[in-house]
């Protein structure tokens, strides 16, 4: 796919997705809201792409939603019935919403590699992601209430399950920083690496030895977590158990049987 604000690549079954306009500390512009979504489709139903990494090229990681963007709303939105104005934009920001929660969607893992900042729309953006990994040189800060707004495309929705009730409010209401060590004592990081370039070797060593798992399965792995997030044990095992019904016998499971038998790495089907 031809993208403008993105850069993608996919080697050995690992894509890499990049916010790509250094120039502008990859801030998110209306484009880049359209192609991270797109992005997400393309990685969902490409067979040879197995786990997506999101990156950024240049200093940081995101300055968070482009403020000519933000400064657009208005005209955007424009209507002579004060209802109607206020239901555009009530529909622009599910739009939003939607964006991230495309990667959610998506079948496949996606793993976030945060290096310098994750400013505002970059924190709805990471904790939509199914794991997130800093270099000690990032910083993380839920920035909306800093210019007078309510965070309002998933971070107060997404964040708390990741550290919790509290320490997700504190972050809210303060919107102060969190350095990338903070990041991982507070679980919003699985792992903190040294430098920028050892957290893209540690990454893309986790992406790869997913990619080598059965696809199939990972794909399971992924409904089953994101849904017994949202509902209680008894739905995520009744969930689980009809998910195995129909998927538990299938080629991968002969295969990586038929591997173990013979000694050698198993060999799956995209």
Request: with cysteine.
């Amino acid at each position: 796919m031809n993208f403008t604000t993105l850069e993608v690549t996919l080697d050995a079954g690992v894509a890499s997705i990049a916010l790509n306009r250094p120039e502008k500390a990859n801030a998110m512009s209306e484009p880049m809201w359209h192609e991270i979504e797109q992005a997400m489709a393309w990685l969902d139903t490409t067979p040879e792409a197995r786990v997506g990494i999101l990156t950024g090229r240049g200093r940081v990681f995101t300055s968070g939603i482009d403020l000519t963007m933000l400064m657009g709303v208005g005209q955007k939105i424009e209507d002579e019935c004060d209802g109607r104005r206020r239901e555009k934009l009530r529909r622009l920001i599910l739009e939003l919403q939607d964006t991230l929660s495309s990667i959610e969607r998506c079948r496949k893992p996606v793993l976030a590699a945060v290096h310098g900042a994750c400013i505002g729309g970059g924190m709805d953006l990471i904790t939509a992601c199914d794991m997130r990994y800093c270099s000690a040189n990032a910083y993380f800060t839920v920035k909306e209430i800093d210019v007078g707004m309510t965070a309002d495309v998933g971070t107060l929705q997404r964040l708390p399950h990741l550290v919790g009730d509290g320490m997700a409010r504190e972050l809210a209401y303060t919107g102060r920083r969190v350095d990338g060590a903070e990041a991982q004592q507070l679980r919003l990081v699985n792992r903190c690496f040294d430098t920028p370039k050892s957290l893209h070797a540690g990454v893309m060593d986790i992406a790869s030895t997913i990619a080598a798992k059965s696809p199939l399965s990972i794909r399971g792995c992924k409904e089953m977590i994101t849904y017994a997030r949202d509902h209680s044990v008894t739905d995520g095992l009744n969930y689980v158990a009809t998910w195995n019904a129909a998927m538990l016998m299938s080629k991968d499971l002969f295969e990586a049987g038929a591997a173990k038998m013979q000694k050698r790495d198993p060999v799956f089907k995209d």
